[in-house]
């Protein structure tokens, strides 16, 4: 398999603790992305490969390519990690530098290292030498400033890599408001491979605005495939109905069973879903009454009698079916 080929390529986002096997799977069930990444694998002088994130790529159970993503800073570490990963079932190596926790920018990974451009040209050029199968880098467009964008692209234009996902948010400006979709366009009309644009992708027509006015190769899509796992084919126009209250209702049991694990505590499988479905409540009409509720339960039947009292109803089941939710 290499990287796909047709357009718009539709990927689903690397999001840590949610896009392991099972959930690839799932999302797979419901049409599913052109395209997959891991959860990053942390790298440093002392790391391992984590085996759970290993095993996506090895049992990798969509039929879709797979990019493995990295994040770190130490030179060695990322080569041989990469050089590792390359010996699994991946089109490409992918690495991170957006990603906004203080813990890991502070250590000077992921959005953190936007801020040492020097430091990022040293480590493109290693890992492009290093990386025979697809380099691909997921960025946000700057660390304070979206001006730093302006510092960045020749530097992602540099190293030859094959696809680069914008997330047009700046690491300070965590998930507020605003992605600056002057920006994504840039690097789509400037960089001399295929970029992805990332940032409040929650329907089709978010999806098709983004296209339109980046002339972008495709979108990535994180929350909004959580919420609804049918918005890749709705952006294919291969299912034109809208999602109801029922239908949701339906995903959610899918959900449930396969993120949790049988026979484990009934109180950690309703807060391991309570993770997700912070996602799809968001979306709904009485999204505030419905986290409330949901907050506070503490069994498996009282999450779903929630879910019930809200969703059983053959209604659209968000407030936003079509419409834009806060990109810029
Ligand atoms: C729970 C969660 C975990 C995430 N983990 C990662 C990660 O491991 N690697 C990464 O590059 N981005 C990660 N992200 C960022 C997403 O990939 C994506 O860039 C961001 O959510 C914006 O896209 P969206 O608006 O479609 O969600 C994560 C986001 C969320 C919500």
């Known amino acids: 398999m290499s990287l796909p080929t047709h357009r718009p390529i539709l990927a689903l986002a690397p999001m840590q603790d949610v896009t392991d096997l099972p959930f690839w799977r799932l999302m797979a069930c419901y049409g599913g992305a052109d395209l997959y990444y891991t959860e990053y694998f942390r790298v440093h002088p ?24 990295m994040i770190g800073n130490d030179i060695p570490s990322l080569v ?17 530098l957006g990603c906004p926790a203080p813990i890991v ?56 890599i094959d696809l680069l996902t914008v997330h047009g948010r700046t690491v300070k400006q965590m998930y507020r408001p605003g992605v600056h979709a002057n920006l994504i366009a840039l690097a789509a009309r400037e960089m001399p491979c295929p970029v992805i644009a990332n940032g409040d992708v929650f329907t089709a027509a978010d999806a098709h605005k983004w296209m339109q006015e980046t002339a972008v190769a495709g979108v990535m899509i994180g929350r909004g495939a959580i919420r609804n796992p049918w918005i890749f084919d709705q952006i294919r126009g291969s299912s034109d109905t809208g999602v109801t209250g029922r239908d949701l209702l339906g995903y959610i049991h899918d959900l449930y069973e396969t993120v949790t694990t049988p026979n484990t505590n009934e109180l950690a499988q309703v807060n391991k879903l309570k993770k997700y479905i912070n ?30 009292d809200h969703l059983d109803h053959s209604e659209p089941a968000f407030s936003h079916q079509g419409a834009d939710c806060g990109s810029e």
């Open 105 to 160: 920018y502070k250590k000077c990974a992921g959005g953190g290292l936007l801020r040492e451009p020097a430091r990022i040209d040293a480590i493109l050029g290693a890992l492009r030498d290093a990386v025979s199968c697809a380099f691909t880098v997921k960025t946000r467009v700057g660390f304070e400033s979206e001006h730093e964008f302006d510092t960045l692209l020749p530097i992602f234009q540099k190293h030859a």
């Open 279 to 308: 996602f799809v409540g968001t979306g709904l009409p009485r999204a505030d009454e419905f986290l409330h509720s949901i907050r506070r339960v503490t069994n498996r039947s009282a999450f779903f009698q929630v879910c019930f």
């Open 80 to 96: 041989r990690s990469a050089k590792e990963l390359q010996k699994h079932p991946v089109v490409g190596i992918d690495l991170n």
């Open 46 to 69: 002392d790391s391992h490969l984590e085996k759970p994130i290993l095993r996506s790529l090895d049992e990798n159970p969509t039929g879709k390519p797979a990019i493995a993503q």
